[in-house]
């Protein structure tokens, strides 16, 4: 039993700080994201000091969760809701702000209703409270806001709402942050930790964040892969462009080889030539005659230069 109470503890207190920092995000959001895709979820009543209900307006939730409490052009919409919101006037409410001690608001419930009890100016057996976080306060503390209600009122306001809705919830109203909740038709209900809608929104957000983290992931691996297959083409792309500019300097030099004799038929074709009876005696000069002669100078000026080819068939000669 103890262990279950515990438990307990710890569920609602961390549905209720889950719960302010939510809040505490909240307030630095634009409008139009808090209120994107907003449903009427109850029909708001003012309950006046004579026991009458008067419409005010109505309660919406939009896809982050957030609770909207609108002014009464929004009722005229007439958009169905299943439950009520009753708001005690001020005139019969008690306020005020306190600082605890952060250990006790990690208590539970039960601990920080018993310490915050001790501002209350009514008996606990007469009195409704409720309370919210606000945020830290000084020293290390957490402040928190209280609201404390006759009972008899409380209850006679949860008699109005009953004949509306079996759903209902009873409030002080805050002009800075939400109401705080005297009495809901759920009261007693053993809601799991998990079907609190703060709770669930903290999930959904989380879940969003896990998608959005693997979604990332993918398209930086899938960037990464771009780069590298990048990084390669452009490497075989300069190493294209070394080639190229090597075979620019290098093909001139080849085609011009290639337009003369080989060494081998040069030496063959002298030796040819030697041999010859028209040869002179002596020679003054040899001039390599493009692409497969030789010209013979000999040191008589008297005698004319001879043109030796060196053997290159006619037709290999004009397709060079």
């Known amino acids: 039993m103890d262990l279950q109470a515990s438990g307990r503890a710890l569920g609602e207190t961390i549905a209720g700080l889950a719960a302010w920092a939510v809040e505490e ?13 907003r449903s009427v979820i109850a029909d708001r009543y003012d309950v006046s000091t004579e026991g009458q209900l008067h419409p005010i307006g109505q309660v919406l939730r939009s896809w982050l969760g957030t609770l909207i409490r609108s002014d009464d052009r929004a009722a ?4 169905k809701a299943d439950r009520v919101e009753l708001v005690l006037p001020d005139a019969e409410i008690f306020r005020t702000r306190v600082d605890v001690n952060a250990i006790i608001s990690r208590r539970g ?5 018993a310490r915050l009890q001790q501002h209350s100016p009514l008996p606990p057996q007469r009195a409704v409270l409720a309370y919210a976080l606000v945020g830290p306060g000084t020293a290390g503390r957490i402040t928190v806001d209280v609201a404390v209600a006759h009972r008899a009122t409380v209850e006679r306001a949860a008699r109005l709402a009953r004949e509306r809705s079996d759903k209902w919830q009873i409030v002080a109203d805050r002009s800075d942050a939400s109401p705080l909740i005297l009495a809901d038709s759920k009261a007693g209900a053993d809601v799991r930790l998990w079907q609190s809608p703060v709770v669930r929104v903290l999930v959904a957000v989380a879940a ?11 398209f930086e691996r899938q960037a990464d892969r771009i780069a590298a297959q990048r990084d390669i083409l452009l490497e075989e792309a300069r190493d294209l462009r070394r080639q190229r500019s090597v075979r620019a300097e290098v093909e001139p030099a080849l085609l011009f080889a290639e337009s003369y004799v080989g060494l081998g038929d040069l030496l063959d074709g002298l030796a040819d030539a030697m041999t010859d009876p028209d040869m002179p005696d002596a020679i003054a000069r040899l001039d390599l005659q493009s692409p497969d002669a030789v010209r013979v100078l000999p040191a008589d000026p008297a005698r004319g230069s001879i043109l030796l080819p060196l053997g290159r068939p006619t037709d290999a000669e004009s397709g060079s």
Do not use: T
């Open 208 to 218: 969003a964040l896990i998608c959005l983290a693997a979604v990332s992931d993918r």
């Open 109 to 113: 419930d039960a601990a920080l209703r």
């Open 25 to 37: 995000v909240r307030r630095d959001l634009p409008r139009p994201v808090l209120e994107a895709g």
């Open 76 to 79: 005229a919409r007439k958009a």
